[in-house]
């Protein structure tokens, strides 16, 4: 079995992309295959003994569309060339709509705006009535430049026809170019039969289009989504690295078994083994994790994560695909080109709307020929159902809902990125929750300060203040501002300081010399903690850091520390459970952290100790067991998870990476925001059935009157400009209706 992606051009709706699909899963040997329509990627699995490529690119092509296999390039390169050309192409389907409608409106004043009750004035050298010729030449001059600006969805549509794959343009090019080309040959014949001049019906080939790429262009606007993820996770690996010898060589060339340098400050150059040397490395940007991790010889390091003290001697383990950093972009990659969930409905029904409703248009227009009417009344029948049942409506029913509801989500503080993920969120029955900085603050804080006997809090303190003062360790940090909020006065630095790595630090203050670290370190150096070891173990199953002091040789006591829970965790998580979601927490931290954390917060489940490549597949567990899962992060880490979900929802205080791979974006980082995202999904979905109710009624009524069922009694509906008013009118409905949405509470 062979798994490769392919370039597909020429997709313009996601009738398009399923088309592919089926095309291609009728092939030999093809286990899989899926066209993501944002990215323009195949996914295909099949069996190279029974299909090859030039079989799939055949086939592709067969149906009406490019098709040419991926080139992995470099990430930046390629991210930053696919950026601009969707900004280039969004850019010219504004100019093309801006353009269609300026040149539709002056043609409706002048097509009908001598027809309403209080008639709008043309020049006399264009009237109706004394100038019919002028009249037809000005509507067809004005038509012309509008199906240029449209002529996308026109030869799309065609094609799409001629490949046997009819689409939602198909309805729009047939029914635009019969109602062009019916008012064309009228055009010719009113030298000589001035009334033929009430047989133009431009104004409903150019309207029909122009409302067609309206719909294209909301709908555009609403799945635009930032791909910049893979960029800011390359820029995580050095360009070089500094060899054990001396020399510095590009990182792509190392290999398994160099010995690298990794200076304080310095990013590591690839995954590994230290072999000599001690330090503190942060890892956060990979375990999202805020405190770092001590490193002696024999600790695994990743490449990415940076040194913050101390020199490393550092032998590379994994090069290339085999790393870390590469199997998490690699993760963000596969999940971003997966296949929405939840396609649009009326995209899944065009493979049949549109061949019955042209079936319709010419089984109308050959019974009233074989009943005797003349062409003109045949054509005007034929367009007439085209036009009246342009799916218009059901095109716009989706989008226009998942613009406002993206708009009341971004007045709220929620942003959402895509429309598939405005569409799926409503489906969420497990919601998956970061622990740091997500439901905890993110950087950790004193919880308790246990003073050893004839030692008061104050004095061990300021102590430890001082003490912690010359270290930039965050641990130290959080003593430090500790004592400045109790007003405990300390020294800015010790007189001397000496970094003990993996164990604390020894400091000289005033003379005596402090102890500041594990409980290993104080052991170590003879100190007696017996009368502090019930309070140490009962702080250590609540899962806090605990810091051990001694001055002297003698006890000082312990402070813990732990990363708190925000404020609102545990009102927004049962709000969740009350909704009947599952809640669980997912962090790479230790277990008993965890724990402690899930059980204040009051979560389903807790998984610890995953890895950053890990937790990607503990949604995707989740997943085959039946569950819709959103993921809530805000590091590095979350990245794959986020974009492995069904939906992706990122803190907005997070990472610039957990952003991007997002597509929800809770910009207040307030939890309760996740129900109101799932609260207005489950609104704009309501809405949107409701818009697709109306255009199936609508559909089913008025098709059949098109057609001529209420002949002659009311002739007058049966032309393409009644069949285009009414078009407008139920679009203009779906449109009302979905700005209701604009006055719901979240």
Avoid at 519 to 535: M, Y
Wanted: proline fraction near 4%.
């Amino acid at each position: 079995m062979r798994t490769e992606k392919y370039d597909i051009t020429g997709m313009h709706c996601a009738a398009c992309s399923s088309a592919v699909e089926r095309v291609t899963r009728k092939l030999p040997g093809v286990f899989r295959s899926e066209v993501n329509l944002t990215t323009g990627i195949m996914n295909i699995e099949y069996d190279d003994s029974q299909t090859t490529r030039e079989d799939i690119c055949k086939k592709v092509e067969k149906a009406g569309f490019g098709c040419a296999l991926h080139q992995d390039e470099p990430a930046p390169k390629t991210e930053e060339d696919k950026k601009n050309a969707a900004d280039e192409a969004y850019r010219v389907q504004k100019r093309n709509l801006i353009g269609a409608a300026v040149f539709s409106s002056v043609l409706l004043y002048a097509s009908m705006g001598q027809m309403l009750p209080s008639p709008l004035p043309l020049p006399d050298l264009f009237s109706m009535a004394t100038h019919p010729v002028n009249f037809a030449i000005l509507q067809l001059v004005l038509t012309i430049p509008v199906l240029i600006f449209g002529k996308a969805y026109l030869t799309g549509g065609i094609s799409a026809l001629i490949h046997k794959n009819p689409n939602m343009d198909s309805l729009v090019a047939i029914g635009s170019s019969c109602s062009f080309a019916y008012s064309l040959v009228m055009t010719f014949l009113i030298s000589d039969h001035h009334h033929h001049v009430h047989d133009l019906y431009y104004e409903s080939a150019a309207t029909v289009l122009t409302l067609i790429m309206l719909g294209k262009f909301l709908e555009a606007r609403s799945v635009q989504k930032t791909k910049g993820a893979i960029t800011k996770l390359m820029e995580l690996k050095p360009d070089t690295a500094l060899l054990a010898d001396g020399r510095e060589v590009p990182t792509a060339s190392l290999k398994v078994g160099d010995v690298i340098l990794v200076k304080p400050g310095s990013n590591i150059a690839a995954d590994g083994v230290v072999i000599q040397g001690h330090g503190s490395v942060n890892e956060a940007m990979l375990t999202g994790e805020s405190l770092p991790v001590d490193k002696e010889p024999g600790s695994e390091v990743i490449g990415g994560s940076v040194n913050q003290e101390g020199l490393l001697h550092v032998k590379v383990s994994r090069v290339g695909a085999d790393s870390t950093l590469s199997k998490i972009i690699q993760f963000v990659e596969d999940a971003q080109g997966k296949k929405a969930p939840i396609a649009k409905i009326a995209d899944k029904v065009a493979g049949v709307f549109v061949p019955v409703v042209m079936c319709i248009a010419a089984v109308a227009a050959i019974i009233w020929a074989i009943a005797g009417q003349d062409i003109s009344f045949v054509l005007r029948i034929f367009t007439s159902v085209l036009v009246i049942a342009c799916p218009c409506a059901l095109g716009l029913a989706t989008p226009t809902a998942i613009m406002v509801g993206t708009g009341l989500g971004a007045s709220n503080g929620i942003l959402i990125r895509s429309g598939e993920a405005l569409e799926t969120t409503h489906t969420v029955t497990t919601v998956v929750l970061d622990k740091t900085g997500t439901v905890t603050e993110g950087k950790p804080t004193v919880q308790s300060i246990v003073p050893a006997a004839d030692i008061t809090e104050q004095q061990l303190l300021t102590i430890a203040a001082t003490a912690e003062a010359g270290s930039s360790h965050p641990l130290a940090q959080a003593v430090m501002n500790c004592a400045t909020e109790r007003g405990v006065t300390f020294s800015s630095a010790p007189q001397q300081l000496e970094n003990l790595s993996g164990r604390g630090l020894r400091a000289d203050i005033d003379g005596t010399v402090v102890l500041a670290g594990s409980q290993r370190l104080l052991e170590e150096s003879g100190v007696d903690i017996a009368a502090l070891i019930p309070s140490a173990q009962q702080f250590a199953a609540q899962g806090h850091t605990l810091l051990w002091f001694a001055q002297n040789g003698k006890a000082l006591g312990l402070i813990t520390v732990a990363d708190p829970i925000k404020s609102g965790s545990s009102a927004a998580i049962a709000k969740l459970r009350a909704d009947g979601i599952r809640t669980i927490l997912l962090t790479g931290d230790n277990r008993l952290a965890a724990e402690a954390i899930g059980k204040q917060a009051g979560v389903d489940e807790v998984i610890a100790e995953v890895l950053p490549e890990e937790k990607a597949a503990v949604v995707q567990r989740l997943q085959k067991n039946g569950a819709a899962v959103m993921m809530v992060g805000d590091g590095i880490n979350d990245a794959p998870a986020l974009a492995q979900a069904d939906v992706g929802c990122a803190i907005g205080n997070g990472s610039d990476i957990a952003i991007e791979s997002a597509s929800v974006i809770l910009m207040r980082s307030d939890l309760a925001d996740v129900a109101k995202a799932i609260h207005l999904s489950r609104l704009t979905i309501r809405n949107i059935k409701q818009n697709l109710f109306w255009a199936f009624c609508y559909n089913t009524i008025c098709i059949p009157v098109a057609a001529g069922i209420l002949y002659p009694a009311f002739q007058i509906l049966l032309t393409p400009m009644i069949a285009g008013a009414a078009m407008s009118m139920s679009s203009l409905c779906v449109v009302s209706n979905a700005l209701r949405l604009r006055t719901k509470k979240l």
